[in-house]
């Protein structure tokens, strides 16, 4: 079975860091990029970042540019996303989604991980 | 950035509907243009992707249409287990942006 499963939420005060993991089994993790979108509670869906398969090309929204950063380990089947200087406003559900590199997917997010929480409060 | 304005926000219907869902992109996205489904508490799950194709193991009740600006996600006959929020989302180009939701409560 295609999983993702994401680890390392949790309670964090504000302007202090946390670092998100999602470890990926039953596909071949190198051949997809990847992605990290939150979900602030009642709110809608928020992308933060993309990763190609390789590691070679990034994404970010501007407004997450300089505060988070996103990583992956092919040989551990594992993405990251390392978040410093948080606020209350990162405070959401947040999922790692694998996306085909193959165009003829049209890149879409078609296997999503079970989401951790993050927590931004004193 | 593209912006994606979804309507309605939410819907109210009945087992068996047709319900029909609408999708507006700031630019021209053809055919870039992705449907999800998320229900209380779950993940996304992808329904339709480059506009009008069905992932695997979706039922066909669920179709997309549309072109350059304007999509449309619809259940030919709501089921009660199609209660949730539905999302569209573009794939066009970075950054990706998603509509902002609408819930169809039964």
């Known amino acids: 079975e295609e999983q993702l499963v994401e680890s390392g939420g949790g309670l964090v005060q504000p302007g202090g860091s946390l670092r998100l993991s999602c470890a990926a089994s039953?596909?071949?993790?190198?051949?997809?990029?990847m992605n990290w979108v939150r979900q602030a509670p009642g709110k809608g869906l928020e992308w933060v970042s993309h990763?190609?398969?390789?590691?070679?090309?990034?994404y970010y929204p501007d407004s997450l540019r300089r505060r988070f950063t996103i990583s992956r380990d092919n040989a551990k089947n594992s993405l990251y996303l390392q978040m410093d200087s948080l606020t209350d406003g990162d405070t959401a559900v947040y999922y790692c989604?694998?996306?085909?590199?193959?165009?003829?997917?049209?890149?879409?997010?078609?296997?999503w991980g079970q989401g951790t929480t993050v927590i931004v409060s004193s | 950035d593209i912006q994606m304005t979804q309507s309605p926000t939410s819907l109210s219907a009945s087992v068996g509907d047709r319900v029909t869902i609408t999708c507006r992109a700031s630019?021209?996205?053809?055919?870039?243009l992705n449907w999800y489904q998320q229900k209380p508490g779950k993940a996304p799950k992808l329904l339709i992707y480059?506009?009008?194709s069905l992932q695997s193991g979706v039922p066909s009740r669920f179709s997309g249409s549309g072109s350059g600006t304007h999509f449309t996600l619809t259940i030919s006959s709501l089921q009660r287990e199609d209660f949730a929020t539905y999302y569209c989302?573009?794939?066009?180009?970075?950054?990706?942006?998603f509509g902002l939701g609408t819930k169809v409560e039964i």
């Open positions: 039953g596909f071949t993790f190198s051949y997809y990029n």
């Open positions: 989302q573009q794939s066009f180009s970075m950054p990706r942006t």
């Open positions: 990763i190609s398969s390789s590691g070679s090309t990034i």
């Open positions: 630019q021209s996205i053809t055919p870039y």
């Open positions: 989604a694998r996306e085909p590199t193959s165009k003829k997917y049209y890149y879409t997010m078609d296997v």
């Open positions: 480059a506009a009008s």
